[in-house]
T-cell receptor, first 112, second 116 residues
Framework: GDSVTQMEGPVTLSEEAFLTINCTYTATGYPSLFWYVQYPGEGLQLLLK?????DKGSNKGFEATYRKETTSFHLEKGSVQVSDSAVYFC???????????FGAGTQVVVTP | DAMVIQNPRYQVTQFGKPVTLSCSQT?????MYWYQQKSSQAPKLLFH???????NEADTPDNFQSRRPNTSFCFLDIRSPGLGDAAMYLC???????????????FGPGTRLTVL
């Protein structure tokens, strides 16, 4: 079945550091790929998405490229801020309902 | 301009006492989802509605039911909550107009359920 694997956290960084969160997936066909962010005590917000191979999603300084050859969708940000502290979920959707299969989530902690 | 609203944000119930969580949306989306998220885990889909068509996940316990009386509202009923049902319950919506796998899901802030 479909699955999403992302790096374990917590990832602790200093402000202005470079952030990478690895995400790989297993799925048949051509899934869409998503990064959602969850701030403490809140619901999930879409950060970015890509719906086909080689697409790059970007938002708020975050980027991720859909790599079909490596089945990956790694999230990157060049310079993190304290306000980026959150849990980041990689997810895929493959069926006609748009059902999301989430990874386990990666907690990111950015210190001043 | 809240788009997906969940009430209440915090709910405390007693073991075995039925509880209902509510979700409303101002997006006029066709699809509404209910997820259960336990501490430090990924959200787990319980069921979803496409318009009035109900779709249950195979591993969702019978203890969980849902109602969607109209496009805007969806309810999650837990008939006999157990201690293991303590979690954050997230409602989400998507347009569903043929977008399928490319649709974005919009999440509410969640209701945190405590079972005493």
């Amino acid at each position: 079945g479909d699955s999403v694997t992302q790096m374990e956290g917590p990832v602790t960084l200093s402000e202005e550091a470079f952030l990478t969160i690895n995400c790989t997936y297993t799925a048949t066909g051509y899934p869409s790929l998503f990064w959602y962010v969850q701030y403490p005590g809140e619901g999930l917000q879409l950060l970015l998405k890509a719906t086909k191979a080689d697409d790059k999603g970007s938002n708020k300084g975050f980027e991720a490229t859909y790599r079909k050859e490596t089945t990956s969708f790694h999230l990157e940000k060049g310079s993190v801020q304290v306000s980026d502290s959150a849990v980041y979920f990689c997810a895929l959707a493959r069926d006609s309902w748009g059902k999301l299969q989430f990874g386990a989530g990666t907690q990111v902690v950015v210190t001043p | 301009d809240a788009m997906v609203i969940q009430n209440p944000r915090y709910q405390v119930t007693q073991f075995g006492k039925p509880v209902t969580l509510s979700c409303s949306q101002t997006l006029n989306h066709n699809v509404m989802y209910w997820y259960q998220q336990k501490s430090s885990q990924a959200p787990k889909l319980l069921f979803h509605y496409y318009d009035k068509d109900f779709n249950n996940e195979a591993d969702t316990p019978d203890n969980f039911q849902s109602r969607r009386p109209n496009t805007s509202f969806c309810f999650l009923d837990i008939r006999s909550p157990g201690l293991g049902d303590a979690a954050m319950y997230l409602c989400a919506t998507s347009r569903g107009a043929g977008g399928g796998r490319t649709d974005t899901q919009y999440f509410g802030p969640g209701t945190r359920l405590t079972v005493l």
